[in-house]
């Protein structure tokens, strides 16, 4: 039953875009090129920005009768609302090919088992996925008390282990090296954070289990996968083509989606800076980068002085929580308290915003600081946590 079911999720395109995926391994550059160039037949912009999308949204989107799209609320890793449309099906079909193209690498298979800590914060603490075969559970369920439960849970069966690399860390401090060491662990997925090489080689010699790393956005425009021959990040060019605008001595990565219909992302700058490729590699010739900057790993502090990773409470909001807010700003100045400040939009509710803080946050006092602007960086960059805890 549950394998039909998940053929049913795969869908068309995830077929489709298995295939692409291995005929753009043996691709030249020049066949890159032509595909790309095919999939953006017109391009009227320099780049586009988020409040380019906010201020003329019909301008970016593309619609058909027969494919029903969605509205996707995100803060992604800036903290910053913004909302924009999906088709209903086919793109996420597409990110599932090529997830399980970088996950491949470390030897899993569709629907293998996962144990997933990431930003899914289940109402239970602990919830079983039937289709995605994965149990879920809430960093909010690591507490002492539960310990012996949670041991259990990770030495039951053979899994993969899906988290933020923040949190891999969180949990190796948790369990320690001796008990992590023991689990049945086959492969690390740890994306959507910087993941450092020092610590990559640190987890890899300690308790050998292989990693793969990629560098998404939740916008789903491009996406690359951290190869380990050659140590940079490979994008995948069938996805969405990734451009590097050099301003200063920064490197923005812009993004263009393939995307058909929903909201269409052209020379869109990520919010993410990027430093320029250094090598070749022997695997493919797909468009590089060396490093991903600008995404780091947050720390915070609950309440018996417990290190968490910060990313799980705010990366894995994706509901009305943004409409409320036009930004968000989270300090830590004490272990176990933390400030909010907000800057309320039009469509404010105090008591749904306030609780769905208060649900993520249980771990931590919480104070609650509504503010007319949040101060941004003197580049100009908004930052949604600060951590301020010697």
């Given at each position: 039953?549950?394998?039909?079911?998940?053929?049913?999720?795969?869908?068309?395109?995830?077929?489709?875009?298995?295939?692409?995926?291995?005929?753009?391994?043996?691709w030249?550059?020049?066949?890159?090129e032509?595909?790309?160039?095919q999939k953006?037949t017109?391009?009227?912009?320099?780049f586009t920005?988020?409040?380019?999308?906010?201020?003329?949204?019909?301008?970016?989107?593309r619609?058909?009768?027969f494919?029903?799209?969605?509205?996707?609320r995100?803060?992604g890793?800036?903290?910053?609302?913004?909302?924009?449309?999906?088709?209903l099906?086919f793109?996420?079909?597409k990110?599932?090919a090529?997830?399980?193209d970088i996950?491949?690498?470390?030897?899993?298979?569709?629907?293998?088992?996962?144990?997933?800590?990431?930003?899914?914060?289940p109402?239970?603490?602990?919830?079983?996925?039937m289709?995605?075969?994965s149990?879920?559970?809430?960093?909010n369920?690591?507490?002492?008390?539960?310990?012996a439960?949670?041991?259990?849970l990770?030495?039951?069966?053979?899994?993969?282990?899906?988290?933020?690399?923040s949190?891999?860390?969180?949990?190796v401090?948790?369990?320690?090296?001796?008990?992590f060491?023991?689990?049945?662990i086959?492969?690390?997925l740890?994306g959507s954070?910087?993941?450092?090489?020092?610590?990559?080689?640190w987890?890899?010699?300690?308790?050998?289990?292989?990693?793969a790393?990629?560098?998404?956005?939740s916008?789903?425009?491009i996406?690359?996968?951290?190869?380990?021959?050659?140590k940079?990040?490979?994008?995948?060019?069938t996805?969405?083509?990734?451009?590097?605008?050099?301003?200063?001595?920064?490197?923005?990565?812009?993004?263009?989606?393939?995307?058909?219909y929903?909201t269409?992302?052209r020379?869109?700058?990520?919010g993410?800076?990027a430093?320029p490729?250094q090598?070749?590699c022997?695997?493919?010739?797909?468009?590089k980068?060396?490093?991903?900057?600008g995404?780091?790993q947050d720390?915070?502090?609950?309440n018996?002085?417990?290190?968490?990773?910060?990313g799980?409470?705010?990366?894995g909001?994706?509901?009305?929580?943004?409409d409320?807010?036009?930004d968000?700003?989270?300090?830590?100045?004490?272990?176990?308290?933390?400030?909010?400040?907000?800057?309320v939009?039009?469509?404010?509710?105090e008591?749904?915003?306030?609780?769905i803080?208060?649900?993520?946050f249980?771990?931590?006092n919480?104070q609650?600081?509504?503010?007319?602007?949040?101060?941004?960086?003197?580049?100009?960059?908004?930052?949604?946590?600060?951590?301020?805890?010697?």
């Amino acid at each position: 039953m549950f394998k039909f079911l998940r053929k049913l999720v795969l869908g068309p395109a995830y077929f489709y875009h298995v295939h692409l995926i291995k005929k753009s391994k043996r691709w030249s550059r020049s066949d890159i090129e032509n595909y790309q160039a095919q999939k953006i037949t017109t391009l009227d912009v320099d780049f586009t920005t988020k409040d380019d999308i906010r201020n003329n949204p019909d301008m970016y989107l593309r619609k058909s009768l027969f494919v029903p799209i969605r509205q996707v609320r995100t803060g992604g890793t800036s903290g910053t609302p913004f909302k924009f449309f999906q088709d209903l099906f086919f793109t996420r079909q597409k990110e599932r090919a090529y997830l399980f193209d970088i996950w491949r690498d470390v030897g899993y298979k569709g629907f293998d088992y996962k144990i997933v800590v990431r930003g899914n914060m289940p109402k239970k603490a602990i919830a079983y996925n039937m289709i995605n075969n994965s149990l879920v559970i809430s960093q909010n369920y690591f507490v002492e008390e539960h310990r012996a439960h949670i041991v259990e849970l990770f030495s039951k069966k053979a899994c993969f282990l899906h988290v933020y690399p923040s949190t891999l860390l969180f949990l190796v401090e948790f369990f320690g090296d001796d008990t992590f060491q023991k689990f049945p662990i086959k492969g690390v997925l740890a994306g959507s954070e910087a993941f450092p090489i020092e610590q990559m080689t640190w987890f890899k010699k300690k308790f050998d289990v292989p990693i793969a790393h990629w560098y998404g956005h939740s916008e789903y425009a491009i996406l690359a996968r951290f190869c380990h021959n050659c140590k940079e990040f490979h994008f995948y060019p069938t996805y969405g083509k990734m451009d590097l605008l050099k301003e200063d001595h920064d490197y923005k990565i812009l993004a263009t989606g393939f995307q058909r219909y929903g909201t269409q992302f052209r020379r869109y700058f990520t919010g993410d800076f990027a430093k320029p490729s250094q090598n070749d590699c022997q695997l493919d010739n797909y468009n590089k980068v060396h490093a991903i900057v600008g995404r780091e790993q947050d720390f915070i502090f609950d309440n018996k002085g417990v290190k968490r990773a910060f990313g799980p409470y705010l990366f894995g909001i994706h509901n009305e929580f943004w409409d409320y807010i036009l930004d968000i700003q989270f300090i830590q100045k004490t272990k176990g308290n933390i400030e909010v400040k907000f800057v309320v939009s039009k469509e404010f509710n105090e008591t749904a915003f306030k609780t769905i803080i208060k649900d993520r946050f249980e771990l931590y006092n919480v104070q609650f600081i509504r503010v007319e602007q949040i101060e941004k960086t003197v580049s100009g960059k908004h930052v949604y946590f600060r951590q301020q805890v010697q």
